[in-house]
C-alpha cells in the first residue's frame, strides 16, 4: 500500500504574496538577533536607498533557509530575502496532516521540528510522540 502524505500548514505564515526583487529592500519592524530565521512578518518591503544595504542574510544549508548573518536594527532597511513572503514553517508550528490512501483519509494534528519551505520534506511530531518525514505543500 502507498500511502500519499501531505501538509496543510493551519496558520498563514506569510504577510502576502510574494515580493518580486525589483529594486525593493525590506524594513525591519524589530530588532533582530544574528543567526535567527528571518520572517516575513518582522519585515516590510520599502525601497532601496540609492546606496545598496549591506548583506543580512545567509542560506544555512542544513536547515535549508535563511538565516541573519548580522544583526538588524528597528526600522534598518535590508536587501530581500529569498523566501521572503512564502509560506514557510518554523519549529514549533501546528500543522494539519493529511494522508491518503485510495478513498481513505485520515487526519491530524502535528507539530513541525524544524523549518521548511513549500515542497521540502521535514520532521514533525504527532500528539502521541511519533515521528514523521513527510513533504510540507503549504497550501493553507
Known sequence: MIIHLAL??????????????NGHC???LSAQA??????STNFVTAECPSRGPAAAFRH????GSSRLSRPIAQNEIVPLYPE???KMVQPGDMLHMVI??????????V????????????????SDGLVLSVRYEGQP
Open 8 to 21: 496543510f500548514a493551519s496558520v498563514a505564515l506569510a504577510s502576502g504574496p510574494p515580493v518580486q526583487a
Open 26 to 28: 525590506l524594513r525591519a
Open 34 to 39: 544574528t543567526d535567527s530565521v528571518p520572517l
Open 60 to 63: 544555512d544549508g542544513i536547515q
Open 84 to 86: 521572503f513572503g512564502i
Open 100 to 109: 491518503l490512501s485510495g478513498a481513505a483519509r485520515i487526519e491530524r494534528q
Open 111 to 126: 507539530e513541525a521540528m524544524q523549518a521548511a519551505r513549500p515542497g521540502q520534506k521535514l520532521f514533525v511530531r504527532s
